[in-house]
């Protein structure tokens, strides 16, 4: 704490590791006299940078760039940047962290990164953003590649954006690679990668009911968040016969209890990813509630998946959805609950599968992405949603077997931790010191 002041959701993450790691380093002692612990929590590198960009009425503007690249033992640096307000060196830190120990989950070759920028896209035009990001590559392009360090979306980094990343950076390079990932069909994007980590996230849920005898036919769910995420979680509960009664955004949440079906997504997107508006605007479309500077955790429900952002559900809103019957939550954003919220959800014995694992699909598909494009073709539908599917059987099938308790209940946040470590460390014993 005393070496990262400040870096509030970084502490947050390493504390929540480190809680599962240091029972398990006692008794592998290997990793404790090579203090892998110490090295895995301090990045191998962090870029900061100015990004100075045009507005529409020709004012200068300056943000802040970020590039952390944590751990590149399994491979290539990998993870998003995200574009919003919010950003900060410890944020991004926190998820830099996060990945290293999801992307080894993915069972993928991809070591772990995050980046991004205080810039916030929200009432920008697409000039706006198209000079911000160029102007934001003009300085990440000298320190990423297809085999260095390869970036994504996440939160206000969606298509529009990777596009123009990606066309400043082969115009800078004057060459053809797979830089990024997340990019469209045309040029050298994989299907399913927009829908990855919802799908996956649901999947993942699906595998957790399985072993209680159970599915999500006929489940009421929650979901937060609109944006990426959210959107093909809801199309994906919807397919396997669940019923989703909630969305939100940054301003608010809306409870439609009859079920957002697939007319009401097409809605949905269409007013989230074209129009750019507000979930409210679905309230007021369907005749349905809308609850202001509220989330959704007080609806009664069997499942809930938190696609929004971090630390959106806090122990209050945990013992809301324990005490209305809510006993599968699986996170698809990052780090949505809060420490003690996912003290309640242990404590209660519910099924919980924290992000590293429940959202890891989307880098999954990026790591998909990445072979596609070293190879030079491109996988059908079906084939990269079969890889999906068993990629998050996969990580399930990890997460227990190092998170069962002697009691046969599964702590699936001691299993992707423990499950996620293992193959970093070892590759990192192997290489020596670096
Ligand atoms: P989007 O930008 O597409 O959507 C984000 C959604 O969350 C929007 O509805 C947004 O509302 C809401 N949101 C953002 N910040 C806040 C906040 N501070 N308070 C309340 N709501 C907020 O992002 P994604 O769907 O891609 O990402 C969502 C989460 O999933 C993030 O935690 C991300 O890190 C994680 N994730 C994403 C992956 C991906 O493949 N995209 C992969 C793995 C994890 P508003 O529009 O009002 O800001």
């Known amino acids: 704490i005393a070496k990262n002041p400040g870096e509030v959701e970084f502490h947050q993450a390493v504390h929540e590791v480190a809680e599962s790691l240091i029972p398990y380093i006692e008794e592998n002692p290997k990793y404790k006299v090579a203090k892998i612990l110490e090295r895995i929590a301090e990045p191998e590198r962090v870029i900061i940078f100015r990004v100075p960009w ?3 009425k020709g004012e200068v503007q300056v943000n802040r760039g970020f590039r952390i690249e944590m751990n590149s033992a399994i491979g290539p640096y990998k993870g998003g940047l995200r574009f919003h307000p919010t950003v900060n060196l ?4 926190f998820l830099a962290f996060e990945q290293v120990f999801k992307n080894s989950l993915t069972t993928l070759p991809m070591g772990g990164g995050k980046g991004g920028s205080d810039f916030d896209p929200k009432g920008k035009s697409d000039n706006e953003v198209m000079k911000f990001t160029q102007s934001f590559m003009s300085e990440l392009f000298r320190h990423i590649g297809p085999d260095t360090d390869v970036p994504a979306g996440d939160i206000g980094v969606g298509g529009r954006e990777i596009g123009f990343l990606f066309g400043q950076y082969k115009r800078l390079r004057n060459e053809f690679t797979g830089v990024l990932t997340g990019k469209g069909r045309e040029w050298g994007g994989s299907l399913i990668r927009p829908e990855a980590t919802g799908y996956g996230c649901t999947y993942f849920a699906e595998e957790m009911l399985k072993t209680r005898n159970d599915s999500l036919k006929g489940k009421t769910v929650l979901v937060s968040g609109s944006g990426n ?9 919807t397919q396997l016969g669940g019923k989703v009664v909630t969305l939100s955004d940054s301003s608010g949440f809306i409870h439609d209890p009859k079920g957002i079906d697939a007319e009401k997504l097409a809605y949905l997107m269409n007013l989230k990813n074209v129009k750019r508006g507000r979930i409210k605007e679905y309230a007021d479309k369907f005749g349905c509630e809308y609850y202001e500077g ?23 809103d945990a013992m809301a959805l324990v005490a209305n019957g809510c006993f599968v939550v699986s996170e698809g954003a990052n780090m949505p609950s809060t420490p003690e919220a996912v003290e309640v959800f242990l404590k209660n014995k519910i099924l919980y599968g924290p992000g590293k694992a429940a959202n890891a699909g989307g880098v999954a598909v990026s790591g998909l992405e990445m072979t596609q494009n070293s190879m030079r073709l491109s996988w059908s539908r079906e084939e990269v949603d079969a890889k999906l599917h068993q990629i998050m059987c996969d990580i399930h099938e990890t997460c227990v077997k190092f998170g069962k308790d002697a009691d046969g209940y599964i702590n699936y946040v001691n299993g992707a931790n423990i499950g996620g470590f293992v193959k970093v460390a070892d590759a990192m014993l192997a290489q020596g010191l670096v």
Do not use: Y
């Not at 410890?90 to 830190?93: F, N």
């Open 54 to 56: 045009l507005d529409d």
């Open 229 to 237: 995420v959210a959107q093909f979680a809801v199309q994906k509960v």
């Open 294 to 316: 509220k989330r959704p955790w007080s609806i009664k429900c069997d499942v809930a998946l938190p696609c929004a952002t971090q630390n959106e559900v806090n122990a209050e």
């Open 90 to 93: 410890g944020i991004l830190k």
